[in-house]
């Protein structure tokens, strides 16, 4: 299982890495915006996209659209992390077809309780 | 300029008349009334421009009293909280510290002990009594280690989640950044019109930051549209569906 993480912060792709290492997940990728995740996902090998939304070049709805419209990617888990609160902005996420939503600041427990549902669902 | 164009042509009027020349008189008269209609133009012209710059100074004013109003007590508010959120990382991340310090020296002492116990029953100086509560020991010290290690895990993983007040707070103050920046380019605009140099304030205007961003309680959360919580984000999405 290889994860790819994309946040503008180092700091935040730090916490989320460990806390994913912590949940038995070792092989991960980071890239700090959309545009540097793309090539990466292209290239293939990744299983799960966790993003942050807000991001200098291209952001995470951006990158989910892009996902979402490539045929190689079109049904890869995505797990948005981030600050954006806005009703109206969590609507377009669904609509675009994320897969799970995490607003920031997050505890552990939320981060595993929403990716392991998300793994529920693939596997089941 | 004007007015001496304007005495020569009175001059050429006065002695047409004099000549009785009307033809002439009328073509000097026509030419003393585009004089006056050229002036009036260009007073006209110079009324507009006021009446513009006016305008707009206006509306620079009104920017800033926006400003003034709204935008400079929000940054407050967000620099408030960012305060009390680089207090409460490094509180928690502090009483973490200050809860695994003590697991870490029992655990180091209890080892130590153990460890100066085992030495003695590895060089055969140990009675069989003394090695069968040693032994007790070491199986106590394997349970506390367990209690102790999760301890720590646990409060590790504290530590490493306040760390995330540092993506919080940063794009809280690039959004007040911003704000200055703004604040800066209508302070300059407003200064060179008037100067009436209109030209400097192009430069500076500030690249905007169209998304929301993060909430800051008290200032973002007052029309209601936005998620709260966690809890709220669920709901909401649940109601979609999901």
Same mark, same amino acid.
């Given at each position: 299982?290889?994860?790819?993480?994309?946040?503008?912060?180092?700091?935040?792709?730090?916490?989320?890495?460990?806390?994913?290492?912590?949940?038995?997940?070792?092989?991960?990728?980071?890239?700090?915006?959309?545009?540097?995740?793309?090539?990466?996902?292209?290239?293939?090998?990744?299983?799960?996209?966790?993003?942050?939304?807000?991001?200098?070049?291209?952001?995470?709805?951006?990158?989910?659209?892009?996902?979402?419209?490539?045929?190689?990617?079109?049904?890869?888990?995505?797990?948005?992390?981030?600050?954006?609160?806005?009703?109206?902005?969590?609507?377009?996420?669904?609509?675009?077809?994320?897969?799970?939503?995490?607003?920031?600041?997050?505890?552990?427990?939320?981060?595993?309780?929403?990716?392991?549902?998300?793994?529920?669902?693939?596997?089941? | 300029?004007?007015?001496?164009?304007?005495?020569?042509?009175?001059?050429?009027?006065?002695?047409?008349?004099?000549?009785?020349?009307?033809?002439?008189?009328?073509?000097?008269?026509?030419?003393?009334?585009?004089?006056?209609?050229?002036?009036?133009?260009?007073?006209?012209?110079?009324?507009?421009?006021?009446?513009?710059?006016?305008?707009?100074?206006?509306?620079?004013?009104?920017?800033?009293?926006?400003?003034?109003?709204?935008?400079?007590?929000?940054?407050?508010?967000?620099?408030?909280?960012?305060?009390?959120?680089?207090?409460? %990382?490094? #509180?928690? +991340?502090?009483?973490?510290? /200050?809860?695994?310090? &003590? $697991?870490?020296?029992?655990?180091?002492?209890?080892?130590?002990?153990?460890?100066?116990?085992?030495?003695?029953?590895?060089?055969?100086?140990?009675?069989?009594?003394?090695?069968?509560?040693?032994?007790?020991?070491?199986?106590?010290?394997?349970?506390?280690?367990?209690?102790?290690?999760?301890?720590?895990?646990?409060?590790?993983?504290?530590?490493?989640?306040?760390?995330?007040?540092?993506?919080?707070?940063?794009?809280?103050?690039?959004?007040?950044?911003?704000?200055?920046?703004?604040?800066?380019?209508?302070?300059?605009?407003?200064?060179?019109?008037?100067?009436?140099?209109?030209?400097? %304030?192009? #430069?500076? +205007?500030?690249?905007?930051? /169209?998304?929301?961003? &993060? $909430?800051?309680?008290?200032?973002?959360?007052?029309?209601?549209?936005?998620?709260?919580?966690?809890?709220?984000?669920?709901?909401?999405?649940?109601?979609?569906?999901?």
């Amino acid at each position: 299982m290889k994860i790819l993480i994309v946040d503008d912060f180092s700091t935040m792709r730090r916490i989320i890495k460990n806390l994913l290492k912590d949940l038995g997940f070792t092989n991960t990728v980071e890239a700090d915006d959309g545009k540097s995740a793309l090539p990466i996902l292209e290239k293939g090998g990744v299983d799960f996209l966790v993003t942050d939304w807000n991001m200098p070049g291209m952001t995470g709805i951006e990158l989910l659209k892009a996902v979402r419209t490539n045929p190689d990617l079109a049904n890869l888990p995505v797990l948005m992390v981030t600050a954006e609160a806005k009703r109206e902005q969590i609507i377009m996420a669904a609509q675009a077809g994320v897969n799970g939503y995490v607003i920031k600041p997050f505890t552990a427990a939320t981060l595993k309780e929403k990716i392991e549902k998300i793994f529920e669902r693939i596997d089941g | 300029m004007m007015n001496i164009d304007l005495l020569s042509l009175s001059r050429e009027l006065v002695a047409a008349l004099e000549k009785s020349d009307d033809i002439g008189a009328d073509a000097i008269l026509d030419q003393i009334a585009g004089l006056r209609e050229t002036q009036l133009f260009q007073e006209l012209g110079r009324l507009t421009r006021q009446l513009h710059d006016t305008m707009v100074s206006f509306s620079i004013d009104a920017k800033i009293s926006e400003f003034a109003e709204h935008d400079i007590p929000d940054a407050k508010e967000r620099l408030h909280y960012v305060i009390a959120m680089t207090e409460q %990382a490094a #509180n928690q +991340t502090l009483t973490a510290i /200050e809860n695994l310090l &003590p $697991v870490s020296e029992e655990l180091g002492s209890q080892a130590d002990a153990l460890s100066a116990k085992w030495g003695r029953f590895l060089d055969r100086e140990m009675p069989l009594d003394e090695f069968k509560a040693l032994s007790q020991e070491i199986t106590l010290h394997f349970e506390n280690s367990q209690v102790s290690l999760n301890q720590i895990h646990s409060g590790l993983t504290e530590i490493l989640m306040a760390q995330g007040f540092q993506d919080i707070t940063g794009q809280i103050i690039r959004r007040v950044i911003d704000l200055v920046q703004d604040l800066e380019t209508s302070m300059v605009k407003l200064i060179s019109i008037s100067g009436r140099k209109s030209s400097i %304030a192009k #430069n500076l +205007t500030a690249v905007h930051d /169209e998304l929301p961003g &993060p $909430v800051v309680p008290g200032v973002d959360d007052r029309e209601g549209d936005v998620a709260s919580s966690q809890v709220d984000v669920d709901d909401l999405l649940s109601s979609l569906g999901f």
